[in-house]
């Protein structure tokens, strides 16, 4: 009788040895998950998507996209799947494939796509990332090197759940960072292909490219001014430049099956991002200019003149023009009835705290205090605010990078924490975020001017003209344009 470990060892075996056809190539090649498995997953891992990302409310922009994303999956090699499109409430610059035709575009890449063209080619890549199977080529590879992942899952039940974690990590993996190269570059062949055939120029990926290799530069752009390490893109079309020679070849051999005057539609696509939502979800809060409004909380605040504002999911980041200095807000559900001075006692745990007592300037319930704790600048002189509003703690940790910097700015500090108050009519307007707006352009128009008042919160003039395709240093010129209102 075989042992355990050696029958599980044999079962892989077994199990890379199956094999399905290649849709492109006609071919055979191993595979550990079927077609069914395959399309179950993007029906699992869909309602997942939907949730963390949240479904932009705009019926007519998905109704756009999804006929868009269906004239190129009419043109593919799996004609047999239902295709859904979607576009995610997210102003994270990103577009992603789940197996079985589950398909995603946020709306904050399309802000900076120009053309139906070039939206067609960022669908039209991730369809092929689809039909040549990718997610389950890549699950393959990666289960076929653990030999722990295996058909032992049927002998050794705790294994079963470790073998969804491993498909888990491989579809998460490739969401954030591609397939790698060779399936990248398939993914652009096919999706060329795809244009052609539904009448739209493959030239088009190349542009897409450009708008993700702008996004590169002003990050790093940005990063140098603010003394720190770039936040590199890493997603959709990141792993291969625009001036690869294979890719070159693979948009120049698709366009020569292209029609005589392929469709662009710049106009047809600038009207539907008309008045589409720009930067901060809704539901996360909006920024505008050194000013925070959360709609569904129902607050506000503001942040020192100059500060860079960061939204992140669970907290609000504020740094100072020279980086010397930082804030960071975060929000706790109240449940019992204690003090602030009892709330950073007993549910922060600090400890040692020093210059305490009530805040100040302010109606709202309040305690400020000094201790050290560990943050972005180690253990450092920290000032820890808590304010009450309705049925939350709203905690401010803010610190310098010295102490004489953490001393330069503590008024700032307290000043900010004494700004949090309950939205006014005219704010409850602003929290509903920013527009993107289409105008008209003439000879005399330049990006500083459209930028002077704007309410993009960091670096304005650069934005608008990423989201136009003009940086670094294009001019607006004569026709319609994207403005932030």
């Known amino acids: 009788m075989l042992r355990p470990a050696v029958l599980i060892v044999l079962l892989l075996a077994a199990g890379i040895h199956g094999c399905t056809t290649n849709p492109i190539t006609g071919k055979k090649q191993p595979s550990l998950m079927s077609e069914e498995r395959e399309i179950a997953t993007g029906r699992e891992f869909d309602p997942k998507i939907r949730k963390q990302y949240g479904v932009y409310d705009d019926p007519e922009l998905q109704a756009y996209v999804t006929r868009v994303g269906k004239k190129l999956a009419a043109q593919s090699h799996r004609t047999d799947l239902v295709y859904r499109f979607t576009v995610l409430d997210s102003p994270e610059v990103n577009a992603f494939a789940l197996p079985g035709g589950y398909i995603y575009i946020t709306r904050g890449l399309m802000a900076y796509l120009n053309s139906e063209a070039e939206l067609a080619a960022v669908l039209g890549h991730e369809i092929g990332h689809v039909t040549a199977k990718h997610a389950m080529r890549q699950y393959t590879t990666a289960t076929a090197a653990s030999i722990g992942y295996t058909i032992g899952a049927l002998f050794i039940p705790e294994l079963a759940n470790q073998n969804a974690a491993n498909l888990f990590n491989v579809l998460g993996s490739a969401l954030i960072s591609g397939y790698g190269r060779e399936h990248e570059l398939e993914a652009d062949r096919l999706g060329a292909e795809y244009l052609a055939r539904g009448g739209y120029d493959p030239q088009a990926i190349l542009a897409v490219l450009g708008v993700f290799k702008n996004q590169e530069e002003f990050e790093k752009e940005r990063a140098k001014i603010e003394g720190r390490e770039a936040r590199v893109y890493h ?193 409850h307007k602003l929290a509903q975020g920013l527009r993107i707006t289409i105008i008209d352009t003439n000879h005399n128009d330049s990006f500083a001017e459209l930028a002077v008042g704007s309410p993009i919160p960091n670096y304005p003039a650069r934005m608008l003209r990423l989201i136009n395709d003009k940086y670094p240093q294009g001019r607006p010129g004569v026709g319609k344009l994207k403005v932030i209102r």
Not at 265 to 275: C, K, N, S, T
Not at 316 to 326: K, L, W
Not at 376 to 401: C, S
């Open 235 to 427: 997603g959709v079309f990141a792993s291969h430049p625009s001036a690869d020679q294979r890719l070159q070849e693979v948009v120049a051999e698709s366009k020569q099956s292209t029609a005589a005057t392929p469709r662009v539609g710049r106009d047809e696509f600038l009207a539907q991002v008309d008045g589409v939502l720009f930067g901060d979800s809704v539901r996360q809060g909006i920024r505008y200019n050194q000013k925070f409004f959360h709609s569904k909380l129902g607050f506000a605040l503001e942040f020192p003149p100059g500060w860079r504002i960061e939204n992140r999911p669970k907290q609000i980041e504020a740094t100072s023009r020279d980086s010397n200095a930082v804030m960071v807000l975060t929000v706790e559900d109240l449940n019992r009835r204690i003090s602030p001075r009892e709330f950073m006692l007993k549910r922060l745990r600090l400890k040692k705290l020093k210059q305490e007592g009530t805040l100040t300037g302010t109606d709202l319930e309040g305690y400020t205090a000094i201790t050290r704790v560990h943050g972005l600048f180690g253990l450092r002189h920290t000032r820890v605010t808590v304010v009450y509003f309705n049925d939350k703690a709203y905690i401010f940790h803010a610190t310098g990078k010295t102490d004489s910097a953490f001393q330069a700015a503590d008024e700032l500090f307290l000043q900010t924490a004494r700004s949090l108050h309950a939205l006014t009519g005219d704010e």
